[in-house]
């Protein structure tokens, strides 16, 4: 069975700080990770993920993230909060390979202010 | 290109009634997913086609919902005598190759 949990239901930065939103995942076999960003009222758009090439992985709006198998953690990070970067995020975990349902994260609300 | 689309974009209904949600997948997308997202929390698999066909229905909460996808392109997910549990936003995704999916804008269900 595979599981997601995001320590820190809520935080929150300064315009121009360092982001770091925290995930962890269980898994029995080699997975797939992916953030995404949900803004209100939307859907959920992809982030980024990691599907077994490089270890750090590069999204879009200057997000990136590392995969760390030896502390089973896939923490999103950007150098300098925006305030567009108010949103809710979710961490998905995956199996690898094939067409398989995500398991999210119950996600994080990061506010950014001025 | 065309994102997923899902309509109505909300719904109400009552108690007991019937409804229908209905998600236009990317073209071309042979994988089809259903999630279901509770206020507060993150989104939980329902359904997964690939092709017509259900390949996964495991997340399916009670037999009150059921899903299709006829011509293996545009899916209906439909859940009979609501309650007032099933209020929620339903999200739709679709996948070319299995490791990305893309979602939809959401039908946001409220059952009163």
């Known amino acids: 069975a595979q599981s997601v949990t995001q320590l820190g239901s809520h935080v929150s930065v300064s315009e121009g700080a360092l982001v770091l939103l925290r995930c962890n995942y269980s898994s029995s076999v080699p997975p797939y990770l992916f953030w995404y960003v949900q803004y209100p009222n939307q859907g959920l758009q992809l982030l980024l993920k990691y599907t077994s090439a490089a270890t750090l992985v590069k999204g879009i709006n200057g997000f990136e993230a590392e995969f760390k198998k030896s502390e089973t953690s896939f923490h999103l990070t950007k150098p300098s909060a925006h305030m567009s970067d108010a949103a809710e995020y979710f961490c998905?975990?995956?199996?690898?390979?094939?067409?398989?349902?995500?398991?999210f994260g119950a996600g994080t609300r990061l506010a950014v202010h001025p | 290109g065309a994102g997923v689309s899902q309509t109505p974009s909300n719904k109400v209904t009552e108690k007991g009634k019937y409804v229908e949600l209905r998600c236009d997948p990317i073209s071309g997308h042979t994988a089809l997913y259903w999630y279901r997202q509770s206020l507060g929390q993150g989104p939980e698999f329902l359904i997964y086609f690939q092709g017509t066909g259900a390949a996964d229905d495991s997340g399916l909460p009670n037999d009150r919902f059921f899903a299709v996808r006829p011509e293996g392109s545009v899916s209906t997910l439909k859940i009979q005598r609501t309650e007032r549990g099933d209020s929620a936003v339903y999200l739709c995704?679709?996948?070319?190759?299995?490791?990305?999916?893309?979602f939809g804008p959401g039908t946001r269900l409220t059952v009163l």
């Open positions: 995704a679709s996948s070319a190759d299995g490791d990305t999916q893309y």
């Open positions: 998905a975990v995956t199996v690898s390979g094939g067409y398989n349902k995500l398991i």
